[in-house]
Structure formats: structure tokens, C-alpha cells
């Protein structure tokens, strides 16, 4: 990076100032829409209705995430989201770093061989259908285990740890040897201890993949048992009215209600929206820092 | 025998022997569905058994060529693919652009604060970005025509997301929103390897910021972006579809429809599994063809695999 002193020159303010004109519009656009979901599922329904809730919020309430918890099937989806996410991380990063510590060690039998057997995988796949049908033939259709069984070898994932590894110094494992470790010993105790950064970034990528995951939900499953909030989400975007409509009809019956709180369509769509995107902005801010440095580790190269 | 006694008493075998479960998951999960190719040469009806159907050689290929309507459409969608892939490759200097122009804001919480802040579309999905979209541009709870209803500008929300025109345009639009961030990242973190003393040296000889930028900074991204520049060579067919399928609706079918959408809708939602894994299988051997050619050129200009 260049932070030279120098003094600047006229050209370098006006340079300096569009540029951060530019940047900084550029940053809203990325900002604003999430600002703006955010606003609208916390105030007053009918003012949002009437769309009168632009830049401030305004009547603030919660009820809208209490009342879509209790939308048929939306708690569980956020169940299917949540296990998923957790279940397919975990085992995830047992598989991949566990693969890509055998990887690293030369006396692996047929290495290079074994290595490009998966490192293919990335480029190379027969296709949505063949894809399918394997599912469907494995007893996958409906059933929970589609979405983390096969997503625990991840290639990428396989590169960026086996870089990693390969940058530890021999001989911290060379002295293991002396003390008798053997490979689930020295890759437990002293591989992943030392490897906590590049964990942490494969945690987020693996955990943020799960949780986005939409269409292998698409694809492989039909029981509503076990449809994710990205699926659940989509459906409500292209069906939302029939559903706020039974919604109002209910909450009339109760009567002393107050509509200002009622969920309506809009709040509905904004509302799962927020449920689905409040988990990454939440853990994301934290663990950016890591991902320049696993990027920069073993991305370019395999 | 004796040799697999031999072989078990080799550390690298048993390691190989631990591996192994997680070996059979990759050819289960990413070989096995090789098996599925047999489907294009049979005339597969849903819900029968495979080898109770006919067997029709090369028929659903020669279907790809000749059948009217089948080319018509493979065309339409082949232009869609292809086309949004070029306008990918085409912007895929942003990324880079972007980085230079963030390396050159001084004030160094507010480049942090930028760069943590647009990186976070990456992280969300298209069913995500389709619902953002939706409550930006949609007619009645859009952002963007409440503005220009609330201030008089226009009596009614225009339909934005509904309209068959610029499909491809938009579609690159929300690519960019989302990717342009996250592609800055390997930039910036080239930026880092380049040598301070290049710019010291050049300072003295008189360069100013501009000309800095152009000959060491430029210079020293470009290899990066070459690289990716390859990669992306062998993803020209791979635009993948759930961007596309989250956006489409009868309006711009016709134009956003691309190569894994069009198969998918066929195969899918069409119940034409055997044409349907024709082009598929079509797709992944040009795929391949297509990342070979890039590895090759990338060994004559660079001396160096991207594989």
C-alpha cells in the first residue's frame, strides 16, 4: 500500500473527492435496502400500507416477528435453517480438515492422485438431473441428511486448510513423531489448535453456505417437514397475499385488535426477510477480518 | 497378499486408509451421479423404470440439431447464457477498479468501514437479493416509486421488475451489487504484497499518484485478474440458476432463461429427464473442454496452471 506524505496538488482534491463520492453512494446502495426492510417490519402496518414509512421509522413495535414465528411451518423452517447450519458446519469442518491435513502430508499413498480426484469435483459435474437422480436413488428426497451429508467434503474448502497446514513449520510435527503421536493424535492436538484463524474463516463460509442454501431444498424436497427459510421465504415472496389475507381474517375474529400491528403482505415478505438476513449481519462484521487472509492464502493457487 | 501387508505397514497407506470414508463420500456424492448420463439415451418416462423404457441411442442429441423447436430454443438460451457470461467478463474489472479506488482513501476507518459494508451482499442469498429487489423496485411497496409518488413525480409506481426489457442489464446490475465487494477482496489483498519501495522509488523520480497507479499498481494486480480472467473462460457456461430462476416471471422468460435455468425447466419442471440430461451432459463436457483450453493458455502466456 502507498501512504506516502506528499503534498497534494489540485488534481489529487478533486480526484479525492469524487472518489469519495463515489464510494460513499456506492456503500448506500449496498446499505440502504437492508435499512429500509428494517424500518418497515418495525412500524406501524398501516402506515406502512399507505407507504408513508421511507426513512424513519415510525409507531415502532415487534409484533411482526412474534406473529410470523407462529405462521404454519415457519418456526420449523427456521429449525430445518438453524440445524442445518450448525449440523453441516460442523461436519463439515471435521471432514475438510480433517482431508486436507491427510493431504498435506507427502507420504500419503497416491497423493497427487487422490488430491486431483476431489480438486475435479469443483470444476466438473454431470449435471443438474444425473445430480437428482443420484439423490433420489441414495433415499435423499425428504430427508434431512441430503442437506449436510454431501456438503461435507468441500474442495475449496480443502485447498485454502491444506495451504494452510503446508505453512506450518515441520517440525512442530516432527517432535509429535518423537513423542509417539500418531495422525488423529497430531491433527486433533496440535493441527487444529494451530490453525484456528483459516477454521474460523472456513466456519463462515461453510455456515453462510448452509444457511443460503436454496435450492437443494428445491430440488430434493416436497415435505413442507422440511422446507428451509430461504425456501419458505421465496414462497412467500411469490404467494404472500392469500397467506396475510387468512392472517387478517384471523386476527379480526380475535377482535380488540390493533391493526397498526396486524402483519399485512408487505410486513410478511419483509419480515421472514429480516429473520433470514439478521443472522449475517449479526455474526459477519466480526469475522471479516479473516477472510483477506484466507483468501489471500490459497485462493488463486491449488 | 504379501505386497498388501507390505502396503498396510506404510504410514502414508494408513493414512490413506483413514481418509478413505471421506474419499467414497466425494465419488458418491460427486462420481456416482456420472451413472445418470444413461438417461439421455433412453426415451425415460417419469415414474417408470429406467430399462423398462426404450432405448433411443443418440436421439435426444441429434433432437438438439435438427428438431425445430428445439433449436430455437437451445439458440435463445445459448444467446442468454453466453451473453450474460460476456457482460460478467466484461464488468469483472470492477472488482479491481474498485480495489485501486479504496487503496486510495487515506481516512483509514472509513476505507474499513466501506469495505465491511459492501461486502456484505455477498453473503446473502439471490432469494434474498430477489426480496430486496422486491422492496426497492416493486409497484407498491418499492422504495423507489414511493419516492417518486410521495414527491409528485409520477402519479403511479412504474413496474420495474416486471419488465421484459434489459433483463440482462438488470441481471448483471444485481451480479455486480452483490460480487463487487467480495471480488475486491483478492485485490486488496494483492495491493498488500506489492513492494512499498516501488512507490518510494518512483515518488522520488517524480511520479505522481496517477502515474504511480499506472505503472506499479496496475502492473501488479494484473496477474491476479489474469488468472481469474482464465477461470472465468471455463465458467462460460456456468451461470448458474438460481439467480435466474428467483427472477424469473413470465415477462422476461425469454431473455433470462439461461443454460442450467433451461435444463432444469425442462428436466424439472417439464418431466423431460432425458432431453433434458442431454444438454446437460452436453454442457459439462464443453465445460471441460472449455477450462482445458483456458489451463492451455494459460501455460503458453504464463508458464503456469490455473488448475
Not at chain 2, 483413514?18 to 439415451?41: K, Q
Request: glycine fraction near 8%; charged fraction near 10%.
Amino acid at each position: 500500500m502507498k501512504d506516502l506524505k506528499y503534498k497534494l496538488t489540485t488534481g489529487d482534491y478533486v480526484f479525492n473527492s469524487i472518489n469519495y463520492v463515489v464510494l460513499t453512494l456506492f456503500t448506500l446502495t449496498c446499505v440502504i435496502p437492508f435499512y429500509y426492510l428494517f424500518i418497515n417490519t418495525i412500524s406501524d402496518n398501516t402506515l406502512v400500507t399507505k407507504g408513508l414509512i421511507v426513512w424513519l421509522p415510525q409507531g415502532i413495535h415487534f409484533a411482526n416477528y412474534i406473529q410470523i414465528l407462529k405462521i404454519d411451518g415457519l418456526f420449523n423452517s427456521v429449525l430445518v435453517s438453524v440445524g442445518r447450519t450448525v449440523l453441516g458446519t460442523v461436519l463439515t469442518l471435521v471432514g475438510t480438515t480433517f482431508l486436507g491435513y491427510a493431504f498435506s502430508r507427502p507420504e500419503f499413498w497416491k497423493r497427487k492422485i487422490w488430491y486431483r480426484f476431489v480438486l475435479i469435483t469443483m470444476y466438473f459435474n454431470a449435471g443438474i438431473i444425473p445430480w437428482y437422480i443420484n439423490m433420489k436413488n441414495l433415499g435423499l428426497l425428504n430427508n434431512f441428511l441430503a442437506y449436510i451429508i454431501p456438503s461435507i467434503v468441500a474442495p475449496f474448502s480443502l485447498i485454502l486448510f491444506k495451504t494452510y497446514v503446508e505453512s506450518i513449520p515441520s517440525s512442530l510435527e516432527e517432535s509429535a513423531d518423537m513423542d509417539g503421536a500418531g495422525y488423529m493424535t497430531k491433527y486433533a492436538r496440535l493441527i487444529m489448535p494451530l490453525s484456528k484463524p483459516i477454521v474460523a474463516t472456513l466456519a463462515v463460509f461453510s455456515a453462510v453456505g448452509q444457511w443460503n442454501s436454496f435450492t437443494d431444498t428445491l430440488f430434493l424436497m416436497t415435505d413442507p417437514k422440511y422446507y428451509s427459510l430461504q425456501y419458505m421465504l421465496y414462497q412467500y415472496l411469490n404467494e404472500s397475499n392469500a397467506l396475510a389475507d387468512s392472517l387478517r381474517q384471523a386476527a379480526a375474529a380475535g377482535s380488540q385488535v390493533n391493526l397498526a400491528t396486524v402483519l399485512t403482505p408487505t410486513g410478511v415478505k419483509m419480515t421472514i426477510s429480516m429473520v433470514v438476513v439478521i443472522p449475517i449481519l449479526c455474526v459477519y462484521p466480526f469475522l471479516q477480518r479473516y477472510f483477506v487472509n484466507g483468501i489471500m492464502l490459497g485462493a488463486v493457487k491449488g | 497378499m504379501v505386497g498388501f501387508k507390505r502396503l498396510l505397514n506404510q504410514q502414508g497407506f494408513r493414512l490413506f486408509l483413514m481418509s478413505s470414508p471421506l474419499l467414497i463420500l466425494v465419488f458418491v456424492f460427486s462420481y456416482m451421479p456420472l451413472y445418470g448420463w444413461i438417461y439421455s439415451f433412453y426415451d425415460y418416462k417419469a415414474g417408470r423404470d429406467l430399462f423398462s423404457t426404450d432405448f433411443v441411442g443418440l436421439k435426444n442429441f441429434k433432437m438438439m440439431f435438427t428438431d425445430h423447436y428445439a433449436v430455437t430454443n437451445i439458440l435463445r438460451v445459448m444467446k442468454n447464457t453466453l451473453g450474460m457470461s460476456f457482460l460478467g467478463i466484461v464488468t469483472s474489472v470492477f472488482p479491481m477498479i474498485f480495489a485501486i479506488l479504496l487503496s486510495e482513501i487515506r481516512n483509514l476507518r472509513f476505507r474499513k468501514t466501506i469495505q465491511t459494508l459492501v461486502t456484505i451482499p455477498n453473503f446473502i442469498s439471490w432469494v434474498l437479493v430477489y426480496s430486496i429487489a422486491y422492496a426497492m423496485f416493486s409497484t407498491n411497496d418499492g422504495l423507489l416509486n414511493r419516492i417518486l409518488i410521495n414527491n409528485g413525480i409520477r402519479d403511479e409506481g412504474i413496474n420495474f421488475l416486471a419488465s421484459g426489457n434489459h433483463v440482462w442489464l438488470t441481471m448483471l446490475g444485481y451480479g455486480i451489487w452483490k460480487g463487487l465487494g467480495w471480488g475486491a477482496i483478492i485485490y486488496i489483498a494483492a495491493l498488500t504484497n506489492i513492494d512499498a519501495e516501488q512507490y518510494e522509488a518512483a515518488r522520488i523520480d517524480g511520479a505522481g499518484r496517477l502515474k504511480m497507479t499506472w505503472h506499479i499498481t496496475i502492473p501488479g494486480l494484473l496477474p491476479t485478474f489474469f488468472v481469474l480472467l482464465l477461470l472465468s473462460i471455463g465458467n462460460l457456461l456456468n451461470n448458474g440458476m438460481e439467480q435466474y430462476f428467483v427472477f424469473q416471471n413470465a415477462m422476461n422468460k425469454d431473455s433470462i432463461e439461461v443454460l442450467d435455468l433451461y435444463v432444469y425447466n425442462q428436466g424439472m419442471v417439464g418431466y423431460d429427464y432425458s432431453f433434458a440430461t442431454a444438454v446437460g451432459m452436453l454442457k459439462s463436457v464443453v465445460s471441460v473442454m472449455l477450462l482445458f483450453f483456458a489451463n492451455f493458455l494459460s501455460k503458453i502466456t504464463r508458464g503456469e496452471s490455473v488448475m
